[in-house]
């Protein structure tokens, strides 16, 4: 049976150029570095960023792996001022809630390092928020096409979102003001998406701090079988 290259679904893959295993080494270990860097912030200034900056970092990424290559993400950047009024106030009435009766003692207690409380003022100072919503499955022309390992994917996909802000030499904050149905309701998204995750992003208020913490350290997060 005769084929034709045009039917053919692949393409020859690019590799990266071939390193040293010492050049392996140093690359990776800097890479560490930078990335240990990297700090959730709260204390967002309010000076301007390019919006192709924000495309630029959603653009990379959506370039995360997804089951089936589906993409099953959207997401929405706002930097308008009145809709980011209308999330705060919307958050900030779930968040008190949460303080006030939803939250167990144990995890109100368990945030008592990080200072927080209902008000969430970096809502409306951070230049741009950027939501992240997950599609259980996609709409064509009314029909719906089932998407997969949604959950994995999107949260894949904002590892490299909060990786790509960092890169920009900029600051985030991973913000889950659960239950987050209202950023559906006030950002009008269709039947299909469902809230995932919302990020402030900016630069670092010129006072900002951040809590003392450090990380696990390698035995800690790691079981090696060799």
Same mark, same amino acid.
Request: with cysteine; charged share 15%.
């Given at each position: 049976m005769e084929t034709s290259k045009s039917m053919d679904p692949f393409i020859p893959f690019k590799p990266q150029p071939s390193l040293s295993k010492s050049e392996m080494i140093q690359l990776s270990e800097s890479f560490f570095a930078w990335l240990n860097a990297r700090r959730s912030v709260r204390d967002f200034s309010s000076k301007p960023i390019p919006k192709v900056v924000i495309s630029n970092i959603i653009q990379s990424a959506s370039t995360a792996p997804s089951g089936a290559h589906k993409q099953p993400w959207t997401f929405c950047a706002i930097s308008n001022t009145q809709l980011k009024k209308e999330i705060r106030m919307a958050a900030e009435k779930e968040e008190f809630e949460n303080y006030h009766g939803r939250m167990s003692d144990e995890w109100i207690d368990d945030l008592k390092a990080f200072g927080t409380n209902e008000m969430k003022e970096f809502l409306?100072?951070?230049?741009?928020?950027?939501?992240?919503?997950?599609?259980?499955?996609?709409?064509?022309?009314g029909v719906k096409r089932k998407n997969y390992y949604v959950t994995e994917s999107v949260g894949?996909?904002? /590892?490299?979102?909060?990786?790509?802000?960092?890169?920009?030499?900029?600051?985030?904050?991973?913000?889950?003001?659960?239950?987050?149905?209202?950023?559906?309701?006030?950002?009008?998204?269709?039947?299909?998406?469902?809230?995932?995750?919302?990020?402030?992003? /900016?630069f670092p208020a010129n006072d900002a701090r951040v809590p003392d913490l450090t990380r696990k350290l390698i035995d800690e997060v790691s079981v090696w079988y060799e």
């Open positions: 409306t100072i951070a230049p741009w928020l950027i939501i992240v919503f997950k599609k259980s499955y996609d709409l064509e022309n894949i996909a904002c /590892g490299m979102l909060l990786t790509a802000i960092h890169n920009a030499g900029l600051v985030a904050l991973t913000h889950t003001p659960s239950p987050m149905n209202f950023l559906k309701k006030i950002l009008n998204r269709p039947e299909n998406e469902t809230p995932f995750l919302l990020v402030p992003v /900016g």
